[in-house]
C-alpha cells in the first residue's frame, strides 16, 4: 500500500478550532497532497501557510528533497522536487520560512552525505506556476552535516537563522542578514560528549526576539536521555527562568555544555526520552511535548508527555499523558508514531499510536488522534481521526502562519524505516 500525506483543513471540520467542539461533524476523509512521500521530525518548519498556499515539505520515494504546493481557495496540489541529489532518506525534508510578498525560502540538506546544505527560493502565488531560483550550495563546512530549522527575527533586523547539525554529530547554525541570499560561516551552537553522542533540538521561535530550545544530551539508544531547555535573546542564552548562561557561540563565546539548559525530564525517572516539538501558548509560555521509554532501550512500552513551564512556581509542570505504544521498527526502539502541539492553541496535541489513548485497547494500525486538555494538561479528551485505518498513520504536524486557517498532516503507508517507506502525504 502506498503512504499517502494528508490533510484536514479546519475550514471544512470544527475539529481543532478553539470553541469549535460543540457541534464538530462526523470526521471527514482526508486529502492527499502527494502520493508519496516522508518526513523527519528534526526538520522546521517542514510545513508552512504562504500567502494563498500551504507548503508540505517531504523527500519522495524516489529520494528527491520535495514540496507539495497546496492552493488554499480550491484546486489541486501541485509537487515541485526540490533537491538535485538522490538519496532516499526520510532525514532529508526540507525546511521553509516565509519572507513576505509571495517569497519564501526552503533548505535543506542529505543525511551526514556530504558536509553541504542547499537552499532555494520560490516566488508566485499560483499554486502551479510557482518559480523556483537556481538551487545554491554552502561552500564546504567543517563535517557532513543534516537537518535543517529557519528561524527569522524582527528585532535583530529580519536575521535568518538556518540550525543544523554539523561539527561532531553537534548542533551548530548559520546566518544572513539578506534573507537568505547570503550566508556568515559556520558556528559550533552546543556541544555534547565530541562525537561519541549527538544532541537532539527541536526549536521554536516567536518570530522578533526569542528562540526557544527543547534538546537531549544524546540520541536515546545511546545513552539515558534527559530532556532539557534553553532559549536565546538578546545576544544571550538564559535558562527557562532568565538566568544567564553566556552569550551566543560565535566571536569570542565557546559552544554551550549540553547540561547548562534547565532539566524538565530525567532519565532515572521514567526512562530514556526524545523529543518531539515545542511551542508558545497564548501568553508566550515555552510548551514541549516529548516520549519516554518505561522499558528503557527496548521500546515497546513508550509514552507521551506534556510540559509547561510555571513561571510562578519557577518550574516545568510536566506531565504523561498518553501511551505512545510500541516503536515502529527494530534497530530504532525509540521511534513513536509522533506527537505535535497546535501552535494556535497548545492544549490541543495530536498523537499516532498503535494504542487507543482514551481506552488503552491496542490497534491493528497507527492512527492518528488529537488530544483537547482544559487544565494545563491533567485531563484530556480524545478523538481519534482516523477510525478504522487500513495503514499506519504517523508524524502528525500542525503548521502555522494559517490566519483562521487549520490544517493537519501527516503521512500513511507502510514505513519499514527512514530509508525504506511507500507512503502519502495527507
Not at 527543547?214 to 538564559?238: C, E, K, M, S, W
Not at 522499558?295 to 508527555?305: A, E, I, K, P
Request: with cysteine; net charge negative.
Amino acid at each position: 500500500m502506498r503512504v499517502l500525506v494528508c490533510v484536514l483543513l479546519a475550514s471544512m471540520i470544527a475539529i481543532g478550532m478553539t470553541g469549535c467542539e460543540q457541534a464538530a461533524p462526523a470526521v471527514p476523509t482526508p486529502q492527499v497532497l502527494a502520493d508519496n512521500g516522508a518526513w523527519t521530525w528534526f526538520n522546521d518548519e517542514r510545513a508552512v501557510f504562504a500567502g494563498e498556499n500551504l507548503y508540505v515539505g517531504f523527500v519522495d520515494t524516489a529520494g528527491y528533497a520535495s514540496v507539495a504546493v497546496h492552493p488554499l481557495e480550491g484546486g489541486s496540489a501541485r509537487t515541485y522536487r526540490l533537491g538535485t541529489k538522490q538519496e532516499k532518506d526520510d532525514h532529508n525534508n526540507p525546511a521553509f520560512l516565509y519572507l513576505g510578498s509571495a517569497r519564501l525560502l526552503a533548505t535543506y540538506a542529505l543525511h551526514h552525505t556530504e558536509p553541504i546544505w542547499y537552499w532555494r527560493f520560490a516566488e508566485g502565488t499560483a499554486a502551479d506556476a510557482i518559480r523556483w531560483s537556481e538551487e545554491e550550495p554552502t561552500a564546504p563546512l567543517a563535517a557532513r552535516i543534516t537537518y535543517s530549522n529557519l528561524v527569522q527575527l524582527a528585532a535583530e533586523g529580519g536575521r535568518v537563522y538556518n540550525f543544523f547539525r554539523g561539527t561532531n554529530f553537534d548542533p551548530a547554525f548559520m546566518t544572513s542578514d539578506d534573507d537568505g541570499r547570503t550566508w556568515s560561516t559556520e558556528q559550533h551552537f552546543i556541544t555534547s560528549g565530541g562525537r561519541s553522542t549527538r544532541p537532539y533540538v527541536k526549536y521554536a521561535s516567536d518570530g522578533n526576539g526569542r528562540i526557544d530550545l527543547l534538546f537531549t544530551q544524546a540520541h536515546p539508544r545511546d545513552a539515558a536521555t534527559n530532556i532539557y531547555h534553553v532559549y536565546y535573546q538578546d545576544g544571550n542564552l538564559h535558562r527557562s527562568d532568565g538566568q544567564h548562561i553566556q552569550a551566543l557561540p560565535g566571536n569570542d563565546a565557546p559552544p554551550m555544555p549540553v547540561d547548562a539548559g534547565t532539566l524538565i525530564y530525567s532519565a532515572s525517572d521514567k526512562g530514556r526520552a526524545w523529543v518531539w516539538d515545542l511551542e508558545y501558548d497564548a501568553s508566550g509560555t515555552p510548551v514541549a511535548v516529548y516520549v519516554t521509554a518505561r522499558d528503557s532501550t527496548v521500546g515497546n512500552d513508550l509514552r507521551y508527555h506534556y510540559a509547561r513551564w510555571d513561571a510562578e512556581r519557577g518550574t516545568w509542570q510536566e506531565r504523561e499523558i498518553a501511551h505512545a505504544g510500541t516503536h515502529l521498527y527494530d534497530g530504532e526502539n525509540h521511534y513513536a508514531g509522533g506527537i505535535a502541539l497546535d501552535p494556535d492553541d497548545t492544549r490541543t496535541v495530536y498523537t499516532s499510536s498503535d494504542v487507543d489513548p482514551a481506552t488503552g485497547a491496542t490497534t491493528d494500525h497507527y492512527q492518528i488522534y488529537r488530544g483537547h486538555t482544559d487544565d494545563d494538561g491533567k485531563t484530556w479528551v480524545w478523538t481519534a481521526l482516523t477510525p478504522d485505518a487500513t495503514a499506519d498513520n504517523l508524524r502528525p504536524f500542525v503548521p502555522r502562519g494559517g490566519q483562521g486557517r487549520h490544517a493537519v498532516l501527516w503521512f500513511r503507508g507502510r514505513y519499514t524505516s527512514y530509508t525504506d517507506y511507500d507512503t502519502a502525504v495527507v
